[in-house]
């Protein structure tokens, strides 16, 4: 809401500067956006004469012109126009000035002659003919208002208005008006408020010549209207001009302005027909039909439905309701009589035509936000005192209201304890009265009503705002609340804890991407392999089909970080992230994963593995088992495993397939894995008693094994876990062999097992006792020893 | 005989003293000391040495041949400190060769602060509570007392599963599951990502992360809201911050403020980054609306409590200075390594 301070100053006096005023009006609930200063526009511009008009001498288009600007010497000033003369007075911008569009202007050289500035024309100065008729369009503005050579020109043009822009809260529609605003000023400011002075209607009897009918369940709670007749069209007075530009509305002409005026000093929107252009003297209010269409005044054609609201005559629509009128009926220089409405309609419906047609107008914002009825009867009284002072028309019917809301009169206790408990304040009963009333409250007998435009107030704690925040939120103390709760991290966020931590350790860095992928990802990740259309949480209104659903796999935007950071020529990366899934069977399921990918040296397949063995190792899980995956594309077929404890997959780990790769231009080798930390929380067995450590000493032995190489070095690593039972203290694989020295088809493996026992020093033929069991067990899949 | 003996002590001293390595040093004691050494072959003359004469001779040797070994060990000694120091001198090493270190990882500089900001409530006695990212426009909006027409439920603002289910679009909705579920006193706070449907630009991102706060007691008042936000920002921000608290409107908070803290870069005094306003806007915030608290089925007229809401992208790129917000998902390692 841009606000003119003059227009304001009008109603109430501020007696502050702008800039402490903006502050008040802030800190009361109005937030100041932006100050405009007007004349800030047009800088070093003043009134000059000119004494003397000679020829160019290098230039017959050009004229050189000697003026007077009230400073000791005269200047002189090439121009191009054509209009200039002798003893004119024009707006000249002098050396280092600034003219509308923030174009400075400099001393300059105009084909060889000196020019100490610029003429202006009316444009120049950020204003219209229809503000200035006497200008013209194309030339320098001569003067014709009251000034003195020098005069800076904001004072000629009265460019001396301040605009401030208000943000407004939905709640606060009624201080969409200049009004509005003027009540908050007045009880910010503690300043008495002067109303705009209205017509009282009361004399006027006669029934309009136009009937009005309210179709049945139209939602149209309130209808006014007058009938106005011989009506003289002309520009508006100047100072009206000046208002509605300065809250950017441009002026057209008297009616229409005085309507914009109206509707921006009360922010009850009006509207002007030609009441001569308006069929068989009736106006219907009533919801369009199907495909219904309207020449609006902004030349476009619009086709309507049975959700907009419409004015119609007997034959056509005659205006979109709250939105904009039709051209048919709209105010022209031949109007001689008219019908001014001022009516209330639903919100939501002026909302979805406004959106439907794409059109938002001063009308339909205010409309669209629930306006009260509180002004409806006095903008028209207003227009009526604006017609009549100015003799432009004659009002010539009586006030025409067809009525239709329920009347909701809201009455507060006034509980003055209560208002000082929940904000924590003393404030005083006569001081609360007091902002009240400033904020025109009615308060008699500890009752409070509020004003009628305040339909946002409905209950006591409506009423502690009111207080706070005219009292001042910053005046109220600060206190800390006197509940004292026990917090810690839950244990399943310190769980989570413990895993960044295990990532961090490991070297990965942390990243954090969006869960939206489109079905492109799915195909390229081949993640599509392993997880059913259906299964996928889709966006029903998503912003691109790029990013339509919820990643039912976070491999998928790790792949694509991998891939960034492969772009980015980053020689290595070593990437985790905790977040979640999004899958849906019959329910929506979000699962927590952490999520790990590599690339770079030593940044392989088992690296990635040892990260995982950590976290289990973590969490105290021995027991785990690992199996190669079926059917998921995105992994090297041959390079991946899925781990599980008892019947619960808890991570998959593998290389990117190949195909993948390609696919996001990954010209690496690349490892991934994730684990499902839900899963992995429930089976979570971190240790709580310590085991005793042996005191006796350790027996190691060293075995080289020949086994088949496809043999999954896991079997051998059971086995001697079983054989060597509880004396096991540790297995290290510390050699894979195939080559020259074996048979072709086999591969050496060679261990270093070691031994403890738990209270007694282990014996020679313990340990041997052992080996041979092992070995006697290894032989039955086909192990043996090398040596 | 004595004087044989004192000149091989001096014979010995001599040669000890003009000795250069261990090695001398160990012939030195055994042409001296050894079976067939000096000193030892000299004393098997005591025999023919007179009953009076033989301990006198004897008691001397003994000191001559203490003398000698105790140089000798003083010597060799020495010796091997300075042969050890030229072995160490021959192993060297450039200690400016990179290190051995194992690469630490780093967390998302998102996680670094808004683990900064847990701490602060938890040691304010706030519990930390999540929800899930997609929601049901219940709790999303009903229960927030926003109404049917507000624009916030906008398919073009929010995004939907289905006309019952959206992704969340604030992390209020914890509070609400919070408020049904658990019984006042609640002192909690709710970290999580949020989805609004905002093209990506340098400052709007369709997800980002917001922290929002809950109290609910009986007695909570608007100046206990005002001293928990003043705590807490000056715990983030330095104990010099000030804090503006202005009027506004939520539709589950009545009254309603918004937050501003005077600019860390500038002080106040007005830079590029407060946009020469000399305050910040950080947070929302509010006393729980009575229709919203009655809706959770507590009584508005016994409990009261205040909420809050901050974004934590905002905060992280005013503490790193970091002007584009979509940096933060891009997932350049460079960039989580800065930090």
Redesign the interface.
Known sequence: MKLSTNWLKEYISIGCSIKEFSDKMTMSGSKVETILNQSETLQNIVVGKIIKISKHENADSLVVCILDVGSSENIQIVTGATNVFEGALVPVALHKSIISGGKKIKRGNLRGVKSDGMLCSIEELGCTLSTFPSAIEDGIFIIEEECNIGDDINSVIKNNDTIIEFEITPNRIDCFSVIGLAIEASATLEKPISFPPILSLDNYKNPSPISVNIEKNTPCKKYMSIYIKDISIKPSPRWMMDYLSASGISPINNIVDITNFVMLEYGQPLHAFDADKIVDNSLSIRMAKKDEKILALNSKEYTLNEKDIIISDSEKILAIAGVMGGISSSITSETKNILIESAIFDSSNIRITSQKIGVRTESSLRFEKDISSAYTKKAIQRVCKLIDDLKIGTISSKLENIDLEKKNIIQIPLDVFFINSFLGTDIKKEEIIKILENLQFKIDENMITPPPFRIDIEDKFDIAEEVARIFGYNNIPSTTPKTSQKAERKPFQKFISSIHNIALASGCCETISFPFIGKKDLETTKINSCIQDSSIVKISNPMGEETSMLTPSTFIPMIKNLALNFKNQNKQALLYEISKEYTKNKEIIETYNITIGSYGPDKDFFYIKGIVENILEFCNIKDYSLSTPSSIETLHPYRCCEIYIGSDKVATIGEISPIVLENYNLSTRCSIGKIDLQVLFSLNKQKQIYTPISKFPSSYRDLSLICDSHLQVIEIKNIIQSSIGDILESIELFDIYQGDQIEIGKKSVSYNIQMRGKDKTLEDHDVDNAIDTLLKNLKEIDVKLRY | MKELIENIQTQAINDIESSSTLKELEIIKISYLGKKGKLTSILKDMRNLTTEERPLIGKFANIVRDDIEDKIKKYSEDFSKKEMLIKLEKEKIDISIPSKK???????P??IVLEEIEEI??G?????ETG???EQSYYNFDALNIGK???SRD??DT????SE?V?RSQTSPVQIRVMENQSP?L?IISPG?VFR?D?ADATHS??FHQIEGL?I?K??????L???L??FIKTLFGEDTKT??????FPFT?????IDISCFACNGSGCSLCKNEGYIEILGAG?V??KVLSRCNIN?DIY?GFAFGMGLERIVMKKFKINDIRI???????F??NF
């Not at chain 2, 995004?159 to 289905?162: G, L, P, R």
């Open positions: 194992q690469k630490m990882g780093k967390r998302h998102l996680s409530f938890f304010m006695g706030f519990s930390v899930p990212d997609i027409n507000h624009p398919p073009r995004f939907y599963i289905d289910t992704l006193p002192k990502k449907a093209s369709p997800i109290v007691d007695g909570i008042s608007m100046a206990d005002k001293g928990t003043e705590t503006r608290f202005r009027p506004h409107h009545e009254p309603s403020a918004e006393m609306h009575n508005p009261s933060f998902f891009e997932n350049d390692s460079r989580i390594n």
